[in-house]
């Protein structure tokens, strides 16, 4: 059997992470799949010593991996023929294209976006008669909808993100057959014409006067972890006995359940939105929690089966009514979170790590929250 990868360089990284039986140590490096040359990031993980991971390393490249000096460029495919150029047969596809380069969860809401706001508009077209002139016109009508739903303009970022995915595709089609051209990427994106929504969170004193009338120990478990963790819904509904360790006051979040699934399942098991694998410590008020809690199997909030999106989301909707306080989504209890250490003084690389999130977007999207801190520097200054 032929090797089944590239890797142009020999580099890795050794992890440790912390489980509740003990230290161990991931390997992370990178390689080229040889049929789709598409570049990913390959873990290797669980090995007691530092030793043993770079054994299984080295194990994993001699059989697996061919080393070459340069990254290989995909062949332009040349069209045949019988070559269908209609949008709607080349969607078909870029779909399974995809498969060896992101996640189940992203491609379910690239296929979602596109066969919803696309195919209606284009799938009968030939990709080639896709000018600038029908981009843009496309783009005025897309700008310019209402959502049925609330009846108001869609978001900016949601048109943002639907424009990338309609020109991802269309860069696809250009590399795999010469006479196609991304033509969207002469089309000038309009800009913001509305204020970005103002950010929704609870003060702690909010988040107490809710969670008093939480009557149901499975909930009032989970908005307190939601609260005081500031993790993504995914990564804590995904959480078991063993990322738990009370006797260290730590949680592992290493990965995160989702429902976006392109195999019919109701949900699958995947690794974090930015792949980071941490033991983030947790407060008392958290600790004393999860000790009075009795956790699931495999779920520990759940048990057989995870949480529903929909019951949960009912659940908190309920009390934050019985509780009077100002209706937020669950997703908000993070930014909450965000908030709450921001005033304690935590800093961007700190509240970054604690959510799991990379430094550049956590400026991205709480920089403005910090602006007391700027205000009072300039303050000292003065």
């Known amino acids: 059997m032929g090797k089944e990868f590239f890797i142009v360089s020999t580099k890795y990284s050794i992890q440790e992470r912390q489980t509740k039986k003990g230290k161990v140590y991931d390997v992370v490096f990178r390689l080229i799949d040889k049929q789709s040359l598409a570049e990913k990031q390959k873990y290797l993980c669980g090995f007691k010593t530092k030793s043993e991971a770079k054994a299984q390393y080295t194990d994993f490249i001699t059989t697996h991996c ?58 009968e077209m030939d990709v080639r008669l896709l000018t600038t002139h029908e981009l843009y016109k496309w783009q005025d009508e897309l700008w310019s909808a209402k959502n049925p739903k ?58 107490e006067q809710f969670i008093k009338v939480v009557a149901d120990p499975t909930y009032h478990a989970v908005f307190t972890t939601l609260f ?66 009795q956790g699931g199997t495999p779920f520990y909030f759940g048990g057989e089966h995870p949480l529903t999106d929909n019951t949960l989301r009912r659940a908190f909707n309920k009390y934050c009514e019985q509780a009077k306080v100002k209706q937020i989504r669950i997703h908000d209890l993070r930014h909450s979170f965000v908030s709450m250490c921001i005033h304690l ?38």
């Open 228 to 293: 005081f963790t500031g993790r993504r819904k995914g990564e804590v509904l995904s959480l078991s006995a063993d990322d738990i360790d009370l006797s260290k006051s730590t949680i592992s979040f290493n990965k995160s359940l989702s429902r976006k699934t392109l195999d019919g399942q109701p949900y699958n098991i995947t690794s974090t939105k930015t792949e980071l694998v941490s033991s983030t410590p947790i407060c008392t008020t958290l600790l004393n929690e999860l000790k009075s809690y």
């Open 150 to 207: 609330t009846g108001k303009p869609y978001s900016y970022k949601y048109l943002s993100k639907l424009r990338t995915y309609f020109s991802a595709f269309l860069s696809w089609c250009a590399v795999r057959y010469p006479e196609v051209k991304n033509n969207l990427l002469e089309v000038k994106k309009p800009k913001r014409r509305t204020p970005q929504k103002q950010m929704q969170f609870w003060t702690r004193e909010q988040f």
């Open 66 to 123: 061919e080393l070459i000096k340069n990254k290989p460029v995909p062949h332009q495919e040349q069209a045949s023929s019988t070559t269908s150029y209609l949008i709607k047969d080349l969607l078909h596809v870029y779909f399974p294209s995809l498969q060896n380069q992101l996640k189940d969860s992203t491609i379910y809401e690239k296929q979602k976006d596109l066969e919803r706001v696309i195919l209606p508009r284009f799938g």
């Open 345 to 382: 003084g935590a800093t961007i690389p700190v509240v970054a790590d604690l959510i799991g999130d990379t430094i550049a977007q956590v400026t991205k999207t709480y920089a403005h929250l910090y602006e007391t801190d700027k205000r009072n520097i300039i303050a000292l200054i003065n």
